[in-house]
């Protein structure tokens, strides 16, 4: 009996491991990272969220801050708002054409139960975005994404499936400068492996402060290893510390997709200048700025979406709206709080929807 048993246990035993060694290979091609070998163009078009924003005034209802658009515009994009409030279609149209998205930072409340209408637009637009990535990359069209500050805890937020933001957590960081507290693995990293070694060097120096931090709430380092969805989908590339020595994750990148985050804002040195910011503007804080722009907007090259003609791609990229300077606004209303230099200031009301720019190309083009 032993014997007949074990003879019918080996084949067993040798199915369920050959099994077990598919099932494992299946995963590691599944989660191996790949970018394509070929950039699959060089006029990319990133698409940015835009954030609601009721200190527009009669300006608008949402805006993409200059800094924001500027920053990748000066890696070598273009550059077109995905609005907050777009409904499920129009999300579908911009999407399919743009080559990476980023979602800038703002004043936008994770509370779930939120009674702001906006909001919750906000957190429904960026679940829908998010899983628009998660679906192309696997299905082999590289689709990068970046967070910065309110982006960064939204996209990590989602990745979790933390539905009531429980994992993002107040700490003491706003208007705060520091150096990136590496990890061990950035050295490696697709982020940080390019970067010459003297601004590595001074990126990662107390004395120096290049990063500016901004935020009122952080995620702490042990979420990226206690919760799975977020130890398989990032690398954690550095920590850093609050006023109160408390630890918050402040740089990741995708372990299996182009996603990027930054809990700080590399955007800001060249295009914003309060006098109120401990903002650095040396030329290393410039060079920093410069290089994060430049590597997601090399990340995009490689998404191979299109729009189907240069006018129609014309048509929706941001330069169609004119920008604000904050003085303006302070004018109107000096209670305002901008510490911007310049908005973008959409007025929602006023935006043809994409079915309209669509068929008006069609007769453009026909007639
Ligand atoms: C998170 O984990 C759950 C359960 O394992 C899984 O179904 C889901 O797809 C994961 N989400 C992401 C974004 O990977
Ligand atoms: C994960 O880490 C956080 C932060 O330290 C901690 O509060 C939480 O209890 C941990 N969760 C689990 C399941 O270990």
Redesign the pocket.
Known sequence: MAVSGGRTLIPITALIASVLCAVLLLQQVESAYQRPKEVQTERPVIGIVTIPEAGCLHFGDQVVVSSNARWLQAGGTRVVPIFYDSTPEELDYILNRVNGVFWSGGPVFFNPHTESHSGSLYLRTTEYILKHVMRENRRGNYFPLWGTCLGFERMVQLVAEDAEAS?VKPVDAENYAINLGFTDVAFESRLFRSMNAELFKEVASPATRLAFNNHGLGI????F???TNLSRHFSVLSVDLDRHGKPFVSTVEGKRYPLYGSQWHPEKPPWEWSPDWVLSHTNMAIQLSNYFGRFFVEECRYNKNKFESPELEDKLLLHNWNTIPASAILSIDPTVFIPFMEYYCIDRSKVPSYDFITKRSKQVSSA
């Open positions: 994992i702490h380092p042990d979420y290893h206690n919760i």
